[in-house]
């Protein structure tokens, strides 16, 4: 047994639910209309019955009498029938005319309407009806008095054919009305239809357009419209991150192959040992060597930003990062006296920054010192390694609001792999700015990632394989802060390290 089919179109459900619920609307109004009207007719057939008198005994009297002419028809659509005293109807009865009468006993006992009380009876033939009344009549007889229905009837047949007719016009209306103001109300549905399907096709920058928050179905385009945006960026992303990978597996493996091959070519060499001197022996040991301490190191950094990325475990303890940034000044100094280093605070400090504007104070930040101390280092050393002898290095240090100026927020050119603070944020920022050539726009924006160098050329004596900003970077932003850079108005670059202060106790 299958059953009837709900229809699976929500146009068809809601047309084929208002056309069901109006039907019965109308079929229960004609209902009610009908029984309304059949009894007010019946009541004023009912009423005439009531109204109707008797003749007088005399009269009836004569009319039993021998020789006298049988009753004519009454002048109107009456009947009355007559009872004796004990129960039988006589066969004398007034009015007739061509159509049956009502069926009616011979025996008063078996006629169903009491006195008084008027009840609706079959015509003796034919598919007629008739309305009769009991009552008490003269010398002991019982006077039934009847009404035809024919106009009762006649006036319900018609309303209800009437009623038929105007039902399946009404259906009718109704579902060609209800699929128009059904396909109108859900055309904005229809237009998400058609906008999900062109987003499925890949017109990914396509959004729904119906988002008035007034309505049911604009809220829900909103909401989708804000999912879409979710799911773009996070495709988005997450191309970025593949191409990221990508560039990272080709850069490490770029990086590998050279002291790979190097370490090659001299172990070759050295297979040849009678051919060569004792000098010749000792330049390729001396050049396996640095090549695997090279690429000792380049595993080393891809170790630590792994684990970085994977499981960062920091320490939590307070940290001067005056004493950390004096470290590395004191430390630069004495390997590369080349390149002149100072210590200073933040210039044009914020009056909320702290007291003692123009001296060093002492900043504290909770974090892991070790960790901290390898971005001051590495900041110092690249400034070092990619400027010409000679050229000034200047550190900075000091606490501020973030900002424009003081840093931790966008700015124009400011390039930085975290988001920014909100502005007004305390923070602590140790600087190292440089008076060197500086680095281009293309450049810049690519200097935090991983392989990445401004001179693909250079070797690992000269600058390394391109992870040591990366590093830095992971590290600040494990410390909830983050690495920027701010390229120089023409000369110089200036490398940041914004951290968080602690709130105030």
């Known amino acids: 047994m299958t059953g009837l089919r709900a229809p699976r179109s929500l146009r068809r459900r809601l047309v084929l639910g208002v056309t069901v619920l109006a039907t019965l609307a109308v079929l229960a109004a004609e209902l009610i209309g009908f029984v309304v009207l059949r009894s007010w007719l019946l009541d004023g057939v009912d009423q005439r019955l009531a109204d109707f008198r008797p003749m007088p005994a005399s009269a009836f009297l004569d009319m039993r009498r021998p020789g006298k002419p049988e009753p004519g028809a009454l002048p109107s659509d009456f009947r009355v029938y007559f009872y004796d005293a004990r129960g039988n109807r006589l066969p004398q009865a007034l009015g007739s005319d061509d159509r049956p009468g009502p069926r009616l006993p011979d025996s008063i006992d078996r006629l169903l309407p009491t006195e008084g009380s008027p009840a609706s009876v079959a015509a003796d033939a034919g598919d007629g009806n008739w309305r009769v009344l009991r009552r008490a009549g003269p010398r002991d007889l019982t006077v039934v008095v009847a009404l035809p229905l024919d106009t009762v009837d006649g006036a319900t047949s018609k309303i209800l054919w009437l009623n038929g007719l105007l039902l399946i016009i009404t259906v009718v209306a109704l579902w060609v009305l209800g699929r128009e103001v059904v396909r109108l109300s859900l055309l904005p549905l229809t237009r998400m239809e058609r906008a999900a399907e062109a987003i499925t096709a890949g017109q990914l920058d396509l959004r729904l357009p119906d988002t008035d928050p007034r309505t049911e179905i604009g809220r829900l385009g909103a909401v989708l419209n804000t999912m879409l945006d979710r799911l773009q960026q996070a495709l988005q992303e997450r191309e970025a991150s593949e191409g990221r990978l990508r560039r990272f597996v080709a850069d490490a493996g770029h990086e590998l192959r050279t002291p790979l091959t190097a370490i090659q070519g001299f172990a070759q060499l050295a297979l040849r040992s009678d051919r060569r001197t004792a000098r010749e022996r000792q330049e390729a040991d001396r050049h396996?060597?640095?090549?695997?301490?090279?690429?000792?190191?380049?595993?080393?950094?891809?170790?630590?930003?792994?684990?970085?990325?994977?499981?960062?475990?920091?320490?939590?303890?307070?940290?001067?990062l005056l004493s950390l940034a004096a470290d590395a000044v004191s430390s630069a100094a004495l390997q590369r006296p080349g390149h002149p280093v100072s210590l200073s605070p933040l210039p044009d400090r914020p009056a909320d920054a702290g007291e003692g504007e123009g001296e060093l104070d002492v900043v504290e930040v909770v974090g892991d010192p070790h960790r901290l101390r390898q971005i001051v280092e590495n900041l110092v050393s690249n400034a070092h390694t990619h400027t010409p002898p000679g050229t000034r290095i200047h550190v900075r240090v000091g606490a501020g609001r973030a900002g424009a100026r003081t840093g931790g927020t966008n700015a124009p050119g400011r390039v930085s792999m975290a988001p920014p603070f909100p502005a007004g944020t305390r923070v602590a920022v140790i600087e190292v700015e440089d008076d060197g050539p500086g680095l281009t726009a293309a450049d810049a924006e690519r200097v935090f990632e991983r392989f990445y160098r401004a001179d693909p050329a250079r070797t690992r004596a000269r600058g390394g394989s391109g992870l040591g900003l990366a590093i830095a970077t992971a590290i600040a932003e494990g410390h909830g802060g983050r690495l920027e850079l701010d390229p120089g108005q023409g000369r110089g670059v200036t490398f940041r390290l914004v951290l968080p202060l602690p709130a105030p106790s």
């Open 288 to 320: 396996i060597a640095q090549n695997a301490e090279r690429m000792s190191l380049l595993v080393d950094d891809l170790q630590l930003l792994a684990r970085l990325d994977r499981h960062p475990d920091y320490q939590q303890e307070n940290v001067d």
